[in-house]
């Protein structure tokens, strides 16, 4: 089955406490993405990666990292959570980097930063 | 900087009335627009894109809408609501150039019976 997968689906941490949120896809898309999603300011890109080794910061990049080491993953990385990052965040990718194709999205992961 | 803006975060109406959701976007580009569907707990799903050629553009469960460049918008209809309709709908900007995705704040459809 086509899907992306991120882990884990809910987490509740500590300010400071380094956390890293994995999002796979078996699409074999080229370009993948992070969003958060907040009442009332819909999804605003954080990551977005056009392919292996190549990544690009979105509208709120500040205070998270990627990587895309492989073409299936594209890990997000809080190296130090403060609670204004306690959000819902979804990963997602397409297989054309020209935009042609819509975005498959994962099933979200809830943070809370306490 | 491309934009995309929903006009009203909630829409309610009675079902087997039309639906219309509003987009209206801003792109230094000509953008390709997409609206995608989020019901509880779960990620987005598209409903329908926006490339290049026709200008009406059909989705799922019989939603469509249509690109009109002169007035920079992209709004959403389904000429009778059903129930399972009731979600949040988002309407989406990519930027070929840059590989970035806007996406507007949402508009929650509620359906009444």
């Known amino acids: 089955e086509a899907q992306v997968t991120q882990n884990p689906r809910y987490l509740i941490t500590v300010t400071g406490k380094k956390l890293t949120v994995t999002c796979s896809q078996n699409m074999n898309h080229e370009y993948m993405s992070w969003y958060r999603q907040d009442p009332g300011l819909g999804l605003r890109q954080i990551y977005y990666s056009m392919n292996v080794e190549v990544t690009d910061k979105g509208d709120v990049p500040e205070g998270y990292k990627v990587s895309r080491k492989e073409k299936r993953n594209f890990p997000l990385i809080l190296e130090s959570p403060s609670p204004n990052q306690t959000s819902l965040y979804f990963c997602a990718s397409s297989f054309s980097q020209g935009g042609h194709q819509p975005q498959h999205f994962g099933d979200g992961t809830r943070l809370s930063i306490l | 900087a491309q934009s995309v803006t929903q006009l009203g975060s909630h829409v309610s109406v009675s079902e087997g009335a039309l639906v219309l959701l509003r987009c209206n976007y801003s792109?230094?580009?000509?953008?390709?627009l997409f609206w995608y569907v989020q019901y509880p707990n779960q990620g987005l799903q598209l409903l329908l894109k926006?490339?290049?050629?026709?200008?009406l553009v059909k989705g799922i469960n019989g939603f469509e809408a249509e690109f009109k460049k002169s007035e920079t918008s992209f709004h959403l209809t389904k000429p009778s609501a059903h129930m399972s309709d009731a979600a949040e709908y988002f309407c989406?900007?990519?930027?070929?150039?840059?590989?970035?995705?806007?996406f507007g704040d949402g508009t929650t459809l509620t359906v009444k019976p």
């Open positions: 989406a900007l990519y930027n070929t150039n840059a590989g970035k995705s806007t």
């Open positions: 926006y490339t290049t050629g026709a200008t």
């Open positions: 792109s230094s580009v000509p953008p390709y």
